[in-house]
C-alpha cells in the first residue's frame, strides 16, 4: 500500500514525485522507480538503504533487536519446534498441522541419499579441501543431476527442488566433511530426526553404533532454526540474483554457499575460533582485550556485537542458554572454551563492551557449541549454511511466485570518457 507522498527538487528546476512504499509494519521505503523517466538513479554502495524486493517471509527490527519469521518470534520458534516444522513454515507461511507437517518430514526423508556418482565426484579433490569448497562444488553440480526440474514458473517443480534441497543438504554437508577427515560417508538414517540423522552422519562411523546424545540433538536443532533466514543478507540476496535470470535452483543455492563463505557473513563463526586460537590461554585475555580498546589497532574481537542489531542479536540468548547446556554436558577441558568463557565475562562485565554494545552474538555461541561437538572450525559456516538453506529456498520460491524481473543494479561510472583507439604496439 501507499502512503503519503515525496517531491524531490533538482537542479534544473524539475521535480520528481516519489511513492512511499509502506510494509505491514516497519518504515516505509522511497520508491524511486519514477527515477527511470528522469535518466537519474540513487548511490548506495552495499544497498544497505535499499529494498530490493518485497518480502513476506522475515522481518528485523534492528533497533529493538526484533526477528520474525512469517510474524513469528524467533525465540519462540527454538524453543518450541523442530527445524522441519521451521522449514514448513519458512515455506507455506502458517505452521503446519499433523497432517501436513508428516507428509512434508515424510517426503523430505524420501529424498536424503545422494547418488553414487557424487561420492565418486568427491574423489577428485584434495583431501584437505576447504568443507565449504566441496559444498559449493557439490551443490552445484546436483544441477547435473536435477536438470529436470527447469520450469521454475511451475509451483508443483518448485515444491519438488525444495524437497530434494532441504533433504540432500544435510547429507552433502556431512561426505564433505568425511571426505576432509578421511572417514567412510554414512548413509542416512530415516528412522532418526532431521536433526538426529544429520549428527549421525557427521559423527557416525562403520566400525561403532553410533547413539545421538539428546542434548546435542537440540542444541544442533536450535543452530539449524536460528539461521534459518536472516532477510536480506549477502548470500540471500545472492540467491535472489542468480534466481532473477531463471537459473536452475541447485546453481541458486550453490551461489548462495559462496557469498556465505565470507567472515563478513557466514563464515564469521569460523573466524571467531580462529581468533580464540590466536588468543590460545586464559593469561593472554587482558593483552587482547586491551589491543580490541585501543582504535589505533586494527585487532578486533570476532564474535562480538553485531553489524545489524543496535543493541543485541536476539539470536544469541537462546544460543547463550544452548552453549551453557553443551558445555556443562560434555565439560570444558578444552582451554579455547575455557578462553571464550572469560571473554564472555569480560563482554558482560566490562564498561568498554557495554558502552559499545559489544555483547557476544550468534555467531560467537554457535562456533563455541560446534566446538564442544568435536567439529573443526572449517564445518562451522557448512553447518550454519544447512539452516540457511531454508531461507535461500523460501527466498527464491517467492520471488518466482511473482512476475520474474532480472536483478541489474545501476552504478556510478568512474572511467574514461569517450576516446579514440591509437595502438601503442
Known amino acids: 500500500m501507499t502512503e503519503k507522498k515525496a517531491t524531490l527538487a533538482l537542479n534544473d528546476q524539475r521535480s520528481v514525485e516519489l511513492d512511499f512504499n509502506a510494509g505491514s509494519f516497519g518504515p516505509a521505503a522511497l520508491d524511486i522507480r519514477p527515477f527511470l523517466g528522469e535518466d537519474l538513479y540513487t548511490y548506495d554502495p552495499g544497498f ?154 557427521l559423527f557416525a562411523i562403520p566400525a561403532e553404533k553410533y547413539e545421538v546424545d539428546p542434548i546435542l540433538e537440540r542444541a544442533m536443532n536450535r543452530i539449524l532454526i536460528l539461521h534459518a533466514d536472516h532477510g536480506q543478507c549477502p548470500s540471500t540476496t545472492t540467491v535472489r540474483t542468480a534466481g532473477s535470470s531463471g537459473a536452475n535452483p541447485f546453481a541458486c543455492i550453490a551461489a548462495g554457499l559462496a557469498s556465505m563463505w565470507g567472515p563478513l557473513h557466514g563464515g564469521a563463526n569460523e573466524a571467531c575460533m580462529r581468533m580464540l586460537e590466536e588468543i590460545s590461554t586464559v593469561d593472554r585475555i587482558p593483552a587482547f582485550v586491551n589491543r580490541a580498546k585501543d582504535r589505533h589497532d586494527s585487532f578486533r574481537l570476532m564474535g562480538f556485537g553485531n553489524s545489524i542489531y543496535h543493541h543485541f542479536d536476539p539470536r544469541a540468548a537462546i544460543l547463550r542458554k544452548t552453549c551453557h547446556e553443551v558445555l556443562s554436558a560434555l565439560g570444558m577441558e578444552d582451554n579455547l572454551l575455557q578462553v571464550a568463557m572469560e571473554l564472555e565475562h569480560i563482554a558482560m562485565t ?30 562451522f559456516t557448512v553447518i550454519t549454511a544447512v539452516g540457511r538453506t531454508t531461507g535461500w529456498i523460501a527466498h527464491w520460491n517467492e520471488m518466482h511466485s511473482r512476475p520474474l524481473k532480472a536483478c541489474r543494479p545501476r552504478q556510478v561510472y568512474t572511467g574514461e570518457e569517450r576516446r579514440d583507439f591509437v595502438s601503442r604496439l
Open 48 to 201: 544497505v538503504n535499499t529494498a530490493g524486493c518485497e518480502s513476506a517471509i522475515t522481518y528485523i527490527d534492528a533497533r529493538n533487536s526484533v526477528l520474525l519469521h512469517r510474524g513469528f518470534p524467533v525465540d519462540q520458534l527454538a524453543e518450541h519446534c523442530s527445524f522441519p516444522e521451521v522449514c514448513y513454515i519458512l515455506l507455506h507461511g502458517q505452521a503446519p498441522s499433523r497432517e501436513e507437517y508428516d507428509r512434508f518430514t515424510e517426503s523430505i526423508t524420501r529424498h536424503t541419499l545422494i547418488h553414487e556418482q557424487m561420492t565418486r565426484m568427491l574423489s577428485g579433490f584434495r583431501r584437505d579441501s576447504h568443507p565449504m569448497a566441496l559444498m559449493c562444488a557439490v551443490v552445484g553440480a546436483l544441477a547435473a543431476f536435477y536438470h529436470d526440474v527447469l520450469d521454475v514458473d511451475n509451483a508443483g517443480d518448485r515444491e519438488l527442488a525444495a524437497l530434494r534441497l532441504l533433504a540432500k543438504m544435510p547429507t552433502v554437508a556431512a561426505m564433505c566433511y568425511k571426505y576432509s577427515i578421511e572417514q567412510p560417508s554414512a548413509y542416512p538414517r530415516n528412522s532418526l530426526s532431521y536433526t538426529g540423522n544429520f549428527l549421525h552422519m
Open 350 to 379: 566490562d564498561a568498554f563492551f557495554l558502552e559499545n554494545k559489544l555483547y557476544p552474538s550468534a555467531d560467537f555461541y554457535t562456533a563455541l557449541i560446534l566446538k564442544a561437538m568435536g567439529l573443526p572450525s572449517s564445518m
